[in-house]
């Protein structure tokens, strides 16, 4: 018996020499897929570490690309959390997700939420036009949705593929809705496609209209203000015909490795302290009901932006694939 335990406390012994790491004393940590610009990533993995000690390795790659990896790897996860997504995408793969009641649940309206827990809305996101103020005169700038069917913005405004983005895809929807969703409608989105630039990834859309490489972009509430706030020579237009509300959210992949850690970082992500200073840095807007923006960032109130009327984004839910077909289908023979 004594052997037994001289050899175990010189196991011990020798693996703190060489630096082993016993399995109780691993340190924990959460894989999460974020479709999220790379900063609100940074703020969030430093801020979640230091509040809980769990490291956060961040993998960002837009929602579609993300969604094509979560499926490859469905029978063995690699990732824990979907996180920074729309609720329309959110719901349309909800068979990829693990219900968990957040903490934060009730602060949460109930149309930014599953009522079966498997996500949770974060923040809501409402759809804008940003020009290039040295590009565009103040009487040129667009601002409806129809401005920019307009021949003169050929090649001159970016728009992300709605295939990578979940925005661009609630953008073209809405449009389409706009216009009728019928075949004259979707003659109308195939001129609007026409006039497009189609970039791959939506963070190219800011970077490169601020560079002056076009005129006009689609782009995200908070990425245009985030922008106008840093100096850059760029305005925003909340088109005229109306808008939507988009929430963001985030839930935990069926079969996570790390349960424990990613039902923390869910309540993370709506965590009071965190949302404002979210709100501060990266101005998104919080899906939290008890919290008064306005008093932190200069930004409009929703009462104060337009609708679309009759617009539901969750009515294009069930054709999703067959719009994202058709949209590939017209920008092969047209570009």
């Known amino acids: 018996m004594e052997k037994k335990i001289f050899l175990l406390v010189g196991f011990i012994l020798v693996a ?9 004393q691993a340190a924990e940590e959460v894989t999460v897929y974020s479709s999220n610009m790379q900063a609100l990533n940074d703020l969030a993995a430093a801020e979640f570490q230091k509040v809980t000690g769990i490291k956060v390795n961040m993998v960002r790659a837009p929602s579609g690309v993300a969604l094509k990896r979560m499926r490859a790897e469905k029978d063995n996860p690699q990732g824990d959390i979907f ?13 990829l997700l693990e219900p968990y009641k957040s903490v934060h649940f009730d602060l949460i309206p109930p149309e930014y939420r599953d009522p079966q827990y498997h996500w949770i809305g974060t923040n809501l996101q409402i759809l804008v036009l940003m020009y290039n103020k ?20 050929k090649n001159k405004v970016a728009f992300p593929n709605p295939a990578n983005s979940s925005f ?16 004259a409608a979707w003659k109308k989105m195939e001129t609007f496609l026409g006039n497009m630039q189609v970039v791959e990834q939506s963070s190219m859309v800011p970077t490169s209209l601020e560079k002056g490489e076009f005129h006009v972009g689609v782009t995200q509430e908070y990425v245009a203000t985030r922008y ?24 935990i992949l069926k079969g ?73 289908d017209i920008l092969l023979r047209i570009k």
């Open 134 to 153: 040295d590009l565009v005169k103040d009487a040129e700038v667009p601002k409806k949705w129809n401005d920019l069917l307009n021949p003169k913005w």
């Open 83 to 95: 996180w920074g997504i729309s609720k329309v995408v959110l719901m349309a793969n909800q068979d």
């Open 256 to 328: 996570a490795k790390h349960r424990k850690a990613a039902e923390k970082f869910v309540d993370f992500c709506n965590d009071k302290n965190f949302r404002e200073w979210v709100i501060k840095d990266q101005f998104r807007r919080p899906a939290r009901k008890d919290l008064d923006f306005s008093k932190i960032v200069p930004m409009a109130p929703l009462s104060q932006i337009k609708l679309m009327p009759g617009y539901v984004d969750t009515n294009y839910l069930g054709d999703r694939d067959k719009i994202l077909a058709r949209i590939k």
């Open 228 to 251: 106008v706030a840093g100096g850059a020579k760029v305005g925003l237009v909340y088109p005229a015909e109306g808008n939507s509300i988009q929430a963001e959210g985030a839930g």
């Open 168 to 183: 661009a895809f609630t953008t073209f929807t809405l449009m389409l809705h706009m216009y009728g969703n019928n075949e």
């Open 16 to 24: 703190a020499v060489v630096g082993f790491i016993l399995p109780a």
